[in-house]
């Protein structure tokens, strides 16, 4: 994978890894970072030795969102998230493979943000969750008004949002805005696992379970048993699943291609 000006992108065991990597500013998202982002998830979505996804922030933060350096009267806020922020909503929740979010320290704003787009979160006990956008008179964009009540209902999405305060890691967990905590010594250890065995899965499977639920959250039952039905039909012709199936009458563990 090549270099970055504003963050780091590796690969390696089925696992891509992207570091947002403007620590001096807490991770801030500035024009070329968001830009390089984009780039990054599109190169790491089609790279198919990639089964996996994990996305940090390098430093004590995870993003404290928009740089707010950048921000000006005379820019188009709208412009802003149509071209910078809304396409990598729609890349994380689009890629075919799991996105697992690393908060490892602050994500406030856009970064909260990024945060909920993701499939699958970790956060290290000291961090914390903000809905920043409040404090400085804006409202929550790049998701979070579609994430935030569907993760907590509305009246906490409101408090979160209308008053902008600290989620500790321990509340984040508590409202399911988070899937682990682990205590910030053992993060990285227990992080590394819950990927490897994302990145050794049933790729095509997880890409499924991501479509079926975005769709579920639109259409009636009736529509969804049979959606159910059309994606268990194709999901029952992976090779994962003959493997699987396979392994389970042999009485051994499957080895899953991500095929
Ligand atoms: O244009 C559009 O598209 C609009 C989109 C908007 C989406 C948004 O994300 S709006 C929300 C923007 N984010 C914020 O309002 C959060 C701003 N940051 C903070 O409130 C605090 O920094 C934190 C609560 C996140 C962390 O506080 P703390 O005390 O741990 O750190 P700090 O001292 O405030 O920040 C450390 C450095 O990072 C500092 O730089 P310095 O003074 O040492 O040179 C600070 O200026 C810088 N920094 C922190 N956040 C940002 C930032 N620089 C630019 N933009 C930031 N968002």
Do not use: W
């Not at 390098?58 to 950048?70: C, H, I, N, P, V």
């Not at 071209?83 to 890629?95: E, Q, S, V, W």
């Amino acid at each position: 994978m090549r270099d970055f000006e504003t963050i780091i992108v590796g690969v390696g065991d089925g696992i891509g890894r992207l570091t947002l990597n403007r620590p001096d500013s807490l991770n801030a998202l500035n024009e070329k970072m968001t830009a390089d982002i984009q780039t990054a998830l599109k190169e790491l979505s089609a790279d198919r030795d990639v089964r996996c996804v994990a996305i940090t922030g390098s430093g004590r933060a995870f993003s404290a969102g928009q740089d707010l350096k950048e921000i000006s009267p005379a820019k188009s806020f709208a412009d802003s998230l149509r071209k910078r922020y809304n396409p990598i909503i729609r890349l994380i929740t689009g890629m075919e493979k799991p996105v697992v979010a690393l908060v490892n320290g602050v994500a406030a704003g856009a970064g909260m943000s990024l945060v909920l787009s993701c499939d699958y979160r970790i956060m290290s006990s000291s961090a914390k969750l903000i809905q920043a956008f409040v404090r400085i008179g804006l409202v929550p964009d790049s998701g979070s008004t579609y994430f935030l009540p569907r993760f907590v209902g509305y009246a906490k999405a409101f408090e979160l949002a209308a008053l902008g305060d600290e989620i500790s890691s321990e509340e984040a967990l508590r409202l399911g805005l988070v899937n682990r905590v682990f205590p910030d010594s053992k993060y990285a250890a227990e992080s590394e696992k819950i990927l490897v065995r994302f990145a050794n899965g049933p790729t095509k499977a997880y890409s499924t379970i991501k479509k079926m639920l975005r769709h579920s959250a639109v259409y009636s039952l009736e529509q969804t048993l049979e959606y159910e039905a059309y994606m268990q039909e194709i999901s029952g012709r992976t090779e994962d699943a003959r493997e699987a199936t396979k392994a389970f009458v042999e009485k051994r563990p499957p080895v899953f291609k991500g095929k």
